[in-house]
């Protein structure tokens, strides 16, 4: 029940009784209604059902006498000032929360009527908390990110205290449950009685109070545990990404759910090897009369046996050339290529047969002007 319900919600009308009728008449009335819609004499009637759930919240209110009051006064308090919910005044969705959260101090009745009004409820208990997300770091080589890997990580991470198994109590001792909040770890706060619910100070949201600490975690009832975990990273991870593990953070309170470990991967860059999504990279040279004459190159390959390629006569250099399935490791398991790049090596001194080899292929081709089509091209534009 909220605040808003006693706004909306009309229970004289509910009941079908007058807004002065007496504790009596509201119990005879009640009566009857609970008998006509008890959902033991309405099976499967989910509109019986539902008017049964109004006609006992009806009655809860209406049947306590300083409940009904407050209720009266409430009504009476926004059917005079005309505030309703999405009201009037083209003011749609109108925000209770703003109405009275701003006020500051002197706001006046509407605090005082519904502060405390919703704290009572002593029926919830505090909730499970969800443990909290966790980050970490790893470095993996080149070889580990192409091809996934189980990598040990040691977390600090916060768990329940051993000493007092997560009670914060000193062992021997119990906590009790915390009078400001009931146990619900959280309050209403005075003002906001619209769905305004904060954690409770006087138990820090816990719902229990510690009298004697435990000496181990000081009341905190956690303690940092630090656990060595094998994670499985992935296939294909590539460097600065973030991954998620489900469920691998630290455990959660009160059988709440473990939060995630986020892992951000380094990887470790490679002499020989690159790496372009599925597929890896690699320049190999290649000598200009193989360029030239084409020929049969070998190339290596990560964690495999060389490859040959066969390189066409007339390759420029530059030109790529793929070794299929010789890539990295898919989701799936089939695998990318390997991109070879070719690259003229040109030698930096030449001398002996070589140079009056050289020479004489100079001569041979003294002829061919290697930059007579850039002219050409150049002068045609
Ligand atoms: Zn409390
Ligand atoms: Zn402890």
Do not use: W
Not at 21 to 37: C, G, P, Q, S, V
Not at 114 to 137: H, K, S, Y
Not at 138 to 149: P, Q, S
């Amino acid at each position: 029940m909220s605040a808003k319900d006693y706004v909306e919600k009309d229970y004289y009308k509910v009941l079908g009784v007058p807004k002065d009728a007496t504790a009596a008449e509201i119990k005879k009335t009640y009566r009857k209604l609970a008998r006509e819609f008890h959902p033991d004499a309405n099976k499967g009637d989910a509109k019986a059902e539902e008017r049964f759930k109004d006609i006992s919240e009806a009655y809860d209110v209406l049947s306590d006498e300083k409940r009904r009051k407050e209720y009266d006064e409430a009504r009476s308090l926004f059917a005079g000032g005309g505030f309703r919910p999405g009201g009037a005044g083209g003011a749609g969705g109108f925000d209770f929360g703003d109405l009275f959260n701003g006020g500051g101090g002197g706001s006046g009745g509407l605090g005082d009527v519904f502060g405390g009004l919703f704290n009572r409820g002593g029926r919830q208990t505090a909730q499970p908390r969800r443990g909290a997300d966790v980050e970490t770091e790893v470095t993996l080589n080149f070889e580990e990110a192409v091809d996934g890997a189980t990598v040990p990580l040691r977390m600090t991470s916060q768990a329940a205290c051993r000493a007092c198994a997560g009670t914060g109590a000193k062992t021997g001792t119990t906590p009790r449950v915390c009078p400001t909040c009931v146990g619900a770890g959280t309050v209403s706060r005075g003002q906001g009685a619209f769905a305004l619910s904060e954690p409770c100070r006087d138990c820090k949201g816990r719902g229990m109070i510690v009298d004697d600490p435990c000496t181990v975690c000081h009341g905190s009832g956690r303690a940092s545990s630090a656990r060595t975990m094998q994670v499985r990273i992935p296939a294909g991870v590539q460097d600065s990404q973030r991954i998620r593990l489900k469920g691998k953070g630290a455990q959660g309170e009160r059988g709440g759910q473990p939060g995630d470990l986020y892992v951000t991967v380094h990887v470790d860059p490679h002499p020989v090897f690159g790496r372009k999504g599925d597929n890896l990279t690699v320049t190999v040279p290649v000598s200009f009369p193989e360029a030239a004459l084409g020929g049969t190159i070998e190339v290596p390959t990560l964690n495999g046996p060389a490859v040959k390629l066969k390189l066409p006569p007339g390759s420029a250099n530059g030109l790529t050339m793929r070794a299929r399935g010789k890539g990295a490791t898919r989701k799936d398991g089939t695998r990318g290529d390997l991109l070879v790049t070719v690259e003229v090596a040109v030698p930096k001194a030449v001398s002996g047969d070589a140079l009056s080899a050289l020479e004489q292929y100079r001569e041979a081709t003294a002829s061919d002007d290697p930059r007579a089509a850039l002219f050409k091209a150049a002068e045609g534009a």
